[in-house]
Each structure stands twice: as C-alpha cells, then as structure tokens.
C-alpha cells in the first residue's frame, strides 16, 4: 500500500485490518485526488498530534484538513463553527458521503441535543458540530468531555481573539472544554468507525468513565487542536495560539494573494451610475455591499431599472426569502442563455419549480460566509466596510476560479467623516452603558440580584421606544454589554414553531377534529412529553402550519409561528452598577478606530500596490506588486 506523501504512522481503519493513509481517505471518502496547496502539511500536522492553527484563504479546503484527519484516525471530531447555516451545511455534506455527523446549536430542544450526543457517544458519528454559543453551558461542556474525542477543530478562528473584527466571547470557553475532556483510545478490536456499533459506552470504557483518570495532569495527552482562518493579522495569530492554549506554536500559512483579483477604488460621489457602469464593462455575476439593509432594496430596483438583473439580500428577511434570493444568484443569469433552457421561440423555458435567475446580489454583510461560488467576476463595496479584514473576505469572493475578477471599492471623501462617527456609535460612553443596562433589564422586569439565565426575545422597536432609547447606541451598547459578560446577545436568531396543548389528553376525545389533526396532535404528544405543562420547540413541522393554526383557533393548542428574534440571556444576576473596565474599554474603542483608520488609508492610497497593502496588513511583507491595481496600472503607464 502507497505511503506516499505520509510520513506520519498510518493508523489503523475500520473494516478490520485495511490501514489508509490520508490521500487514501482524501479519494475514498471525498473523490479528490490530491491534497490542495498547504493541505497535506497541516493533515500531517494533525496527525502527528500537534496543535495547529491553518492559515488558507476562503475557498482554500479548509475542511478537509479536519475532516481527513478525523477519518484515518478514527473517533470524534469535535467541530466548533460559528454560523448555524454552514453548519447544517458540512453536516449534510458529510452525510451525503456516508459519513456520520451531527450537530447541535440554540434551538434545539433538550431531547433533539440529548439525541445527538448519545449518537456520537454510541453511535459511529465522526463529526459532532457545535455554535460557540452552547459552550458556555458548563453542564454541555462537561458532556462534551465524555464524548471520544479525537480532534478538535475551531473554525473561524479568528473568532476568538478580542483584536480580530469578528470577537466571540463564547470561543475563549474552547480551551475549557480541551481541559476537562480526555482524549479516548478506542475500544481494543473496535475502530471508532465500526458501522452500527452494537456496543455502549459503558461495555467499551468502563462503567461511568472509571477507567479515565478524571482531574489528572495528562499533559502531552491533551485532544490535539486545529484552528482554522482564512484572515488574521499577526497580533491575531498569536492571539488564537495563546487562548486555545496551544502546546507549541505551529502556524501553517499559505500567502493569501489572489493574483487574479484586480483591486481598485473609484472616487466618486455617484455611486449607483458608477456601480451601473461597472456592471456594464464587467459580464458575469457580481456581489454589491452595502450597509444599510432599506438601501440594498434601493439600489436592486435601480440597477433593475436600468436592465441588470439584480435582487436584494439582508438578515432581516426570513430564512426562507434569504435560501430562494441566494440560488437564484447561484444559478445566476448566464444560464438563461444555453440553448437547451430555450423553447423554439427563443424565450427561456422555465423548468418547474424553478424560479428568479439573479445576476448581482445587492446584500449587506450577512450575505457570503459558506457560499462557494466560483465565477464571480466582481465584487463591488458600495460602503467602507470597518476593517481591511472584512473587506479582504469579502472582495475575496471574486474570481475564486481563478478567472479575471475585480474587486472595486467606491469611495467618497464624504465617507471618511461618516466613518469616523461609527466610533461613537459603536462605542458608546460609560454612562449610557450604564444606563442601557438598567432600562433593559427594567423592560424585561428583571429585578435586583436576580436574573441569572434568563432568557428572553427582545422586540428592540418596541424596547427603544417604551423605554426612549436611541436604536443604534442601543444594539452597540447590548452588544458591548455582552462581551462585557453580562449578557449574551444574539441578534435575529430563528426561532423554530413552539406549541403548548391547552388540553387533557382525555377531554380532546369531546373535540371533533378531522383525521389530519389528529394524528398531528398524536404525533406532538408522542415526541415532545413536556408539550401540556409549557411551550415545546418543534421541528419539521413547517407543512402543517395550516393545521396547527387551526387547532390554535380552536383553542386545543398555543401556537406561536416560526419567527426571528433578538435572544437576549442575561449571564450574571442584576447587578446594581455594572463594572466597565476603563482600560478595556479604551482599548477596545482605540483598535476599532484603527481598524478604521487602515481602511480609510487604504481608500485614500495613491501611491502603493493595493495587493501589497493588503498582503502586507496581514503580515506578508514580500508580496510582489500585482501590476492590476489601479494604482500599478497608473504607475505602469507612467
Ligand atoms: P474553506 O473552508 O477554506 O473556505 P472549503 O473547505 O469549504 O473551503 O472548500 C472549498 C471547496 O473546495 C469545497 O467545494 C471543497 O469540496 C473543495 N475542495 C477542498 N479540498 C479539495 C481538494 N483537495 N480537491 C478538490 N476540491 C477540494
Ligand atoms: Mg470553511
């Protein structure tokens, strides 16, 4: 058997005694052929058992460097993700290769969570999906560390660092988990990977963990760690290493340059007509930013108006709105041309079920993260995004098939004052924190010294205005309050349906319901048990909205429809002055301005490659000048 490209001990693989190495696994379970650039490095990385953090660009194959190593080892991965979307995502793209993932998030019911653990506890799960956000459940975390893991995997890592522009407070409990939980050497004669395991937990570790020494210094045998990113500056790599608690340093990099991209700012303080004009000399899809969510709307039905086919995209739209919008762009308009979408007369047959084709996508910065599509020919910033981070990302969704592609920011010198006052906004003063705090606790009746772990679904329209608070300093000042440790606060989070019965189980039997209702109502009393004393998430229930209204209006059910909401979970009791570090906070108002303040240059540059300015703010000082920037192509003709 080829050892090719594997320096590291091949281990043993389920179906008995078959060893594979990792470009084995990379063809059997995925179809590739070759580890991508950096891929095989960090996959051995891995599997020697050192903590890495991977540096590849969006579109790179992050992945991969996980999921490979997870298959030749055998065990859990213990996967930690940000976005519940990406999530449900990997997990249905593992399944659809036969592999066995899961995943849990907010919003899940206790018995859906409980489910998913004791499969990847018993069953033969590889992968177990996690939002950062259920890891500040010490009881979760606890659960996590009686699973078999063999690897954690941080995605976005990033996340984690105070001084990256995407901070969750929920990654620093990361290194919590890698503490308490050991790593499992599996089962003699059992790869972790045997299908349909017949054995419990207990038969193969012993009863109740007895053979794991819990609260031992098992030093070098700590769950190795890899982190992942496609964007960090120095201070933020070093940042990642030091909060996973990382063994040793190991950084593996791949440059970031994205020869391909021409990056380009245009000054001009007519946005839409110069947008159209760009539109115009550049075929293909195309992604526009914007900030404002009514002004993504605006400008669709002007570019719209202007013959371009165009469609909009926000957080604020249903989940459902946002799927549709996004696989019309996907799909996007060219296909419209092929001749075999064409009926005899020339007009697109529209195959059923098919709907819009979208050929740019006007969307704030909600659109984009997961999305792997490949021929966008231009990504245009209609707005400063607030850090060269975010703007690298985004502008890094062009040209990922290696195709000509642009990435145009529109500037305004009039942008750089209306930057410069989203610091205030962003950071408001201590004392209207302060007062923030307790008008929202006021609001939602949470007395002194109590509060702790409650949860509640903030309307902020309402909140604002009962309790006359200014909307934009209030979301920063929540959002401060939250990394602060005192709430957590998730914006338009979707809420699933939840039903209560109103009813006995024996006084429905004086009910007259049709056959449908029945057995919906068999069927919610059957899987959810806690659904007669208090309101039950419930899933897969979205085609029977009809029914569930009817029952409601009947008086059998509560029903509240699938909806979004601002989850607001205070994390300590009421407090009667909260404590704002100074320090803190100034520095964290200083760096978000100096975020700013490289974007601003950035826009404002006229003398330096952009490619370079880019490459050289991540930390890479050597990157050749790129020769199609709109500055090389000037200094070129000069
Ligand atoms: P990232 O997380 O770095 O943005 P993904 O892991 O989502 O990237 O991978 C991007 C795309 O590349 C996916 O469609 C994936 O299937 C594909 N891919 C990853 N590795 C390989 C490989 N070695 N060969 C071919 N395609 C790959
Ligand atoms: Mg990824």
Redesign the pocket.
């Known amino acids: 058997m080829s050892k090719k490209n594997c320096t590291f001990a091949p281990q043993k693989f389920h179906h008995s005694s078959i060893i594979m190495t990792a470009q084995e696994a990379?063809k059997t379970y995925?179809g590739?052929d070759?580890?991508?650039p950096l891929?095989a490095e960090i996959v051995e990385s891995v599997l020697q058992g050192r903590d890495t953090l991977a540096l590849?660009?969006?579109?790179?194959?992050?992945?991969?460097c996980f999921q490979v190593p997870t298959m030749v080892m055998g065990g859990l991965c213990l996967v930690i993700s940000p976005l519940i979307a990406l999530m449900k995502d990997q997990v249905q793209n593992l399944r659809n290769r036969n592999i066995q993932a899961a995943a849990i998030y907010t919003g899940m019911t206790y018995e859906q969570q409980k489910t998913a653990l004791d499969n990847c506890m018993w069953g033969p799960y590889h992968f177990l999906y996690v939002s950062p956000e259920r890891l500040e459940s010490e009881e979760f975390r606890e659960r996590l560390a009686r699973l078999p893991i063999s690897l954690i995997a941080v995605d976005e890592a990033h996340c984690i660092s105070q001084w990256g522009y995407d901070f969750r407070p929920s990654y620093l409990r990361i290194a919590e988990v890698r503490k308490v939980a050991y790593p499992r050497p599996l089962p003699k004669g059992k790869g972790a990977a045997t299908p349909n395991a017949a054995h419990t937990f207990e038969e193969d570790y012993g009863e109740d963990n007895k053979s794991f020494p819990l609260g031992e210094d098992l030093g070098e045998a700590q769950i190795p760690i890899l982190a992942?990113t496609?964007t960090a500056t120095p201070e933020v790599v070093d940042d990642i290493q030091e909060r996973l608690a990382f063994r040793e340093k190991n950084v593996m990099r791949k440059s970031f340059a994205r020869a391909n991209i021409s990056y380009i700012v245009r000054e001009t303080n007519k946005k839409a007509d110069e947008i159209v004009h760009i539109l115009s000399k550049v075929a293909g899809s195309a992604i526009v930013y914007v900030r404002n969510r009514q002004r993504t709307q605006e400008l669709a039905s002007y570019l719209n108006e202007k013959g371009i086919s165009a469609d909009y995209y926000h957080a604020g739209l249903s989940a459902k709105e946002r799927s549709q919008k996004q696989e019309a762009w996907k799909i996007g308009e060219k296909a419209k041309e092929h001749p075999m979408t064409r009926a005899s007369s020339g007009t697109p047959l529209r195959r059923e079920g098919e709907s819009q084709r979208t050929r740019v996508i006007v969307a704030t910065n909600a659109f984009g993260m997961g999305i792997?599509k490949p021929d966008v020919r231009v990504v245009i910033h209609h707005d400063l995004p607030d850090t060269i981070e975010a703007y690298f990302q985004e502008a890094g969704r062009a040209g990922r098939d290696e195709q000509k592609a642009f990435a145009v920011l529109l500037y305004d010198p009039s942008d750089k004052s209306k930057a410069h006052k989203r610091i205030g906004d962003n950071y408001p003063d201590p004392d209207t924190l302060q007062n923030v705090y307790h008008k929202v606790c006021n609001y939602l009746g949470v007395g002194a010294d109590s509060g702790l772990g409650a949860c509640f679904f903030v309307d902020m329209f309402d909140l604002c205005k009962k309790m006359h608070l200014p909307v934009l300093t209030t979301y920063s000042s929540l959002h401060l309050l939250s990394q602060m440790g005192y709430f957590s606060f998730d914006e338009e989070q979707e809420i699933h349906p939840r039903v209560r019965l109103r009813v006995s189980r024996r006084d429905l039997e004086e009910y007259r319901l049709s056959e449908a209702e029945n057995s919906l109502l068999e069927h919610l009393m059957r899987e959810y048990t806690g659904i007669f004393t208090e309101l039950q998430y419930v899933h897969k229930l979205d085609d029977k909205h009809q029914e569930l209204v009817s029952l409601a209006q009947k008086r059998i059910i509560d029903y509240v429809p699938r909806t979004k909401a601002n989850v607001l979970r205070l994390s300590v009791n009421r407090q009667t002055v909260i404590r704002i570090p100074a320090e803190w906070y100034q520095q964290r108002k200083n760096h978000y301005a100096n975020k700013l303040e490289a974007m601003v240059e950035y826009a404002e540059n006229k003398h330096y490659c952009r490619s370079q300015l880019l490459l050289g703010y991540f930390g890479e000082n050597d990157a050749p000048t790129c020769g199609t920037c709109d500055i090389c192509r000037t200094n070129n003709k000069h």
């Open positions: 990379l995925f590739y070759d580890f991508r891929q590849l660009p969006t579109g790179g194959g992050k992945s991969v992942l496609a792997d």
